[in-house]
């Protein structure tokens, strides 16, 4: 257990001697003002050397590297966790928004077959407290650089919607003391139908973004092979469900792979699926991102012209879609390259 792993409730109990005013205080200082207890000067000193001297009220990620790229507006943390397991992190810059993408597992159990963290497999859940650590780093490092980390994605390492009560709490607590709104958080799934139908009942208007590939169950069973668990229907079923309680739109994450899922059959399959949710989905078009399991399957990206015709397929059925721009590749921090391991190439960066 680490400093983030405590709520509210916790600290009024462990400070019952102090007004309930200092437990407020010492929330805004660790969660808005992205403080340790020993550097909120608004508390009393005494206050402050208890919280510090606590061993469970330390932060618990040590960061081991971190490599920069796109001019230094991506970066990629590497963190060891208290028990030696490692996690990575990465905080995107552009000139509209700073956003971080968080693990929510240390490895990943989907073993989607194009993925590198599910590649090097699962190795645990993630702790409420090791999931907003990553975004607390984050935030003082944009603050350092006059910045506001206004963006939180859980698309780094593992399946949050396998994680479902620490995910869950982390996103409430991110909510209540950060100060961003639910509609700058997005959950992403690679297709947990159990945790979509909870979700919706959770009244929390936050994004979900439905790791999709394929439109039909013998490619997508191949390429995520959780699909044999929880089928297309069944997972628009689910996606239906959660529109009708929640009224927020969802995505399609889509990883465009040559000659595998980028054809013309491709889009008209995957605009059936899009246009058939009420409001109809959104796609997102990743082009690969090479990864090592990947160059062994002879997986490629697509080529740009392929791309750009799948798009245009998309668009001319009147399917809402964007191509996401890769972002840090160079240093392996793009979608699906999360895998915490210095490659021997690499090791130079760290
Ligand atoms: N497990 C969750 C969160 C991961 S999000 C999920 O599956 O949604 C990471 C996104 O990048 C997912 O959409 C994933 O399918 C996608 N991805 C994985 N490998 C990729 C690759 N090599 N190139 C592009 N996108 C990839």
């Keep these: 257990m680490g400093l983030y792993d405590f709520d509210q409730e916790w600290f009024e109990d462990f400070l019952t001697e102090y007004p309930a005013f200092r437990v407020r205080q010492l929330m805004h200082g660790l969660y808005g003002n992205f403080l340790l207890p020993a550097d909120i000067v608004g508390l009393p000193a005494p206050l402050r050397s208890k919280l510090s001297l606590e061993d469970k009220l330390r932060p618990t990620l040590t960061e081991l590297a971190r490599s920069s790229s796109d001019r230094g507006q991506t970066t990629k943390y590497l963190f060891r ?25 240390a490895g990943c ?3 989607c077959e194009f993925c590198a963290t599910g590649d090097a497999g699962f190795k645990r859940h993630l702790s409420v407290g090791e ?14 650089d006059g910045r506001r980390l206004d963006h939180i994605v859980y698309m ?3 399946e949050p919607l396998a994680n479902y009560n620490p995910v869950l709490a982390s996103v409430r607590r991110l909510l209540d003391y950060v100060g961003l709104s639910a509609r700058k958080i997005t959950l992403s799934t690679v297709g947990i139908v159990p945790g979509i139908k909870k979700l919706s009942g959770e009244k929390l208007p936050v994004n979900l973004a439905v790791s999709l590939h394929a439109a039909n169950d013998t490619l997508r069973s191949q390429l995520v092979p959780i699909n044999k668990k929880y089928p297309i229907d069944m997972l628009i079923e689910a996606c239906r469900e959660y529109l009708e309680k929640t009224n927020r739109r969802i995505s399609f994450e889509w990883a465009l792979i040559k000659d595998v899922n980028d054809s013309e ?3 008209l399959e995957l605009a059936d699926l899009a246009l058939s949710l009420t409001p109809s989905a959104h796609v997102n078009l990743i082009p690969l991102n090479p990864t090592s399991g990947g160059e062994v399957l002879h997986f490629s990206p697509s080529p740009l012209r392929q791309i750009q015709n799948f798009y245009s397929t998309l668009s001319g059925l009147g399917v809402n879609a964007t191509i996401r721009r890769t972002r840090g590749q160079d240093i392996d921090a793009a979608c699906g390259q999360l895998s915490a391991r210095i490659s021997l190439s690499r090791r130079s960066d760290y």
Aim: glycine content about 6%; aromatic content about 0%.
């Design 265 to 267: 059959r491709d889009a």
């Design 81 to 105: 966790l208290h028990d030696g397991a490692q996690i990575e992190s990465v905080l995107m810059h552009s000139p509209k928004r700073s956003t971080i993408c968080i693990s929510s597992q």
């Design 131 to 144: 999931i907003i650590e990553q975004v607390i780093v984050a935030a003082r490092d944009a603050k350092k």
């Design 109 to 111: 159990a989907m073993a």
């Design 156 to 158: 780094g390492m593992g």
